[in-house]
């Protein structure tokens, strides 16, 4: 019996580093950063080139192949920055702003009275919404226009607005006409329309505000981002909590999910802990619980997959008909059609990945640069 014992510890402790060796075969490390701080600023070009930011003072730029073209160093943490056709406009916390080739030259620095951040919400290919603090250090957004002679203007439209940038994550821009579009704002007790138009001399100003959902509490600020509000097909799409919603702006009918329907648990509540993604008809989130919830926008059938997507929360991204979901230490691809599902598991947790194509995925945490592997 002793002996059986020693030979089952034995082939266990074998077992140990091959588990390990399969997590981390999943991926192949390509580049370590040191001393960084987690950041969601990472995009490729039109060449496949990669370019990743952080919250500290430095950027850099890889080639497809992930070789590093260049290190660029400023004199102040970096807090956003976004492509521009042939060029990177990036902010930093010392209110400068640089404008970039993308071979990391810079080609003008203007200094602001204040700090503000980019967001990703693109207005027009050279218009864009912006965070900032005003000269009383109240948060407030406005419109950044870039012209093609490099000037920049940057014109407030709205005050007093919720400090929680993560609330901003998922922001993105609707257009009503060549004049108005229109965004959504959530916080933890309100989700409502803003419709911004502009006046004769095409400064902007908050047209209309439409309540969509309010009398509710978000009590993690965290959770504020995940379901943010999407567009798609006239209809309004996010989550409260344990709550799913679509929202149809034609006939004002409402779908309603209440997760809970679809858990057992008594004493812990499943959330949606994911930004939504639409594929045709269906939209997509995932839930604490690890899976991934397939919703018809039309009907509201619902189908849930047991994906495992156990990290704290997820990252959904498309490419084709396929799903990208990043939670922590798993990546799952999900095939919308025929709906089998592809996990692979790694030792370390990444926070962000951009998708160069289906041969191609990177990923990046706040110490490491990897690519996943034997897709």
């Known amino acids: 019996m002793r002996k059986n014992l020693f030979l089952i510890i034995f082939i266990f402790i074998l077992l140990i580093p091959s588990i390990y060796i399969i997590k981390n075969t999943s991926v192949k490390k390509m580049y370590s950063f040191k001393n960084l701080i987690n950041s969601s600023y990472m995009f490729k070009d039109n060449k496949g080139n990669i370019y990743v930011g952080f919250r500290n003072n430095k950027l850099y730029s890889f080639s497809k192949n992930f070789k590093k073209n260049w290190e660029k160093i400023f004199d102040s943490n970096v807090l956003s920055f976004i492509p521009l056709e042939d060029k990177l406009i990036l902010t930093t916390n010392n209110s400068n702003l640089y404008m970039l ?32 603090q005003d000269k009383n250090y109240l948060p407030s957004l406005g419109e950044m226009i870039i012209e093609n002679s490099g000037y920049i203007q940057i014109n407030e439209f709205s005050l007093y607005l ?72 006239e209809k309004i799409i996010f989550s409260i909590n344990n709550f799913f919603y ?30 939504i993604i639409y594929y045709i008809n269906n939209s997509y989130f995932t839930t604490n619980f690890g899976d991934l919830f397939e919703v018809s926008i039309n009907s509201g059938n619902v189908k849930r997959y047991k994906i495992k997507a156990y990290g704290d929360s997820s990252l959904i991204k498309k490419y084709g008909n396929k799903l990208y979901i990043l939670s922590g230490n798993n990546f799952i691809i999900f095939d919308t059609k025929d709906k089998t599902i592809k996990r692979k598991e ?6 962000n990945f951009v998708i160069i194509d289906e041969n191609n995925i990177i990923l990046i945490n706040n110490g490491l640069m990897s690519k996943l592997l034997n897709l």
Do not use: C, M, R, W
């Open 101 to 132: 080739n993308l071979k990391g030259k810079v080609l003008k620095k203007i200094s602001f009275d204040y700090k503000f951040i980019i967001l990703k919400g693109k207005i027009t290919d050279n218009k864009f919404i912006v965070l900032y």
């Open 162 to 233: 919720d400090t929680y940038i993560s609330a901003y994550e998922y922001l993105k821009i609707y257009p009503l006409n060549n004049n108005d579009y229109f965004y959504f704002k959530k916080t933890k007790d309100t989700i409502i329309k803003v419709i911004i138009s502009h006046d004769e001399e095409k400064l902007p100003y908050v047209k209309k505000v439409i309540p969509i959902k309010t009398a509710f509490i978000i009590k993690d600020p965290k959770y504020i981002k995940y379901g943010f509000p999407i567009y798609y097909n």
């Open 246 to 275: 679509i929202q149809n702006t034609k006939d004002k009918s409402e779908i309603f999910i209440n997760l809970e329907n679809y858990y057992k648990f008594k004493d812990y509540k499943p959330k949606i802990n994911s930004n």
């Open 346 to 351: 790694f030792g370390d947790s990444y926070f």
